[in-house]
């Protein structure tokens, strides 16, 4: 398995709250994402990363902001939680944008 | 923009039954193709991947899949199901954007469950 943890894995916050999950790689890839799955939507892109302090907004970016300041980490916050951001998040990982990517083991987020 | 879909959200097999997933793109350039698995509370597991070259391309777990780009398909098969198949999966199409930057973009997925 590549080296990729997602921290937490579980969380349960209220809305309203800020909210950081964390994505660190141990494969020194140069590009990272962050992806939402929903049922019936299958997997969505909301930021992606092609290196440190260089990154760009996917398909469904509204609510969420990110940040790399490190080539091994990549945090996707939440700056005020919604319940409709209550979802299954999931970083990847790519060596190169043209080959497969990688996936972590996912983070259940629940906003009450 | 390129898309991704994916008929049926679910699909039923008998044990050693044929198993077709079905995947059509669009796209306005050459993209490469991706099917991958999900099995329950973990992340998604590549498949197989078509980028350039032979458009039938073999991956893991004995399935298969077809390039057919007059179709704009890339059907997911495998010849015998087995219980382990069980999962989900995910049909993903990348492109080249202007910028020279790519990104995976998913299709919903179908649910493959596999009747003993």
């Known amino acids: 398995d590549a080296g990729i943890t997602q921290s937490p894995r579980h969380k349960v916050t209220e809305t309203g709250t800020p909210v950081t999950l964390r994505c660190h790689q141990t494969?020194?890839?140069?590009?990272m994402y962050w992806y939402r799955q929903d049922p019936g939507h299958g997997l969505r892109l909301i930021h992606y990363?092609?290196?440190?302090?260089?990154?760009d907004k996917g398909e469904v970016s509204d609510g969420y902001s990110v940040s790399r300041s490190k080539t091994e980490d990549f945090l996707l916050t939440l700056e005020s939680a919604t319940s409709s951001q209550t979802s299954v998040y999931f970083c990847?990982?790519?060596?190169?944008?043209?080959?497969?990517?990688?996936f972590g083991q996912g983070t259940r987020l629940t906003v009450v | 923009a390129q898309s991704v879909t994916q008929l049926g959200s679910h699909v039923s097999v008998s044990e050693g039954a044929l198993v077709l997933l079905r995947c059509n793109y669009s796209?306005?350039?050459?993209?490469?193709l991706f099917w991958y698995v999900q099995y329950p509370n973990q992340g998604l597991q590549l498949l197989l991947k078509?980028?350039?070259?032979?458009?039938l391309v073999k991956g893991i777990n004995g399935f298969e899949a077809e390039f057919k780009k007059s179709e704009t398909s890339f059907h997911l098969t495998k010849p015998s199901a087995h219980m382990s198949d069980a999962a989900e999966y995910f049909c993903a199409v990348s492109v080249e954007a202007d910028t020279g930057r790519r990104a995976l973009t998913f299709g919903s997925g179908t649910r493959l469950q596999v009747q003993p």
């Open positions: 796209s306005s350039v050459p993209p490469y």
């Open positions: 494969e020194n890839h140069r590009y």
């Open positions: 990847a990982i790519s060596a190169l944008g043209n080959t497969e990517a990688f």
């Open positions: 078509y980028t350039t070259g032979a458009t």
């Open positions: 990363s092609y290196g440190v302090k260089d990154t």
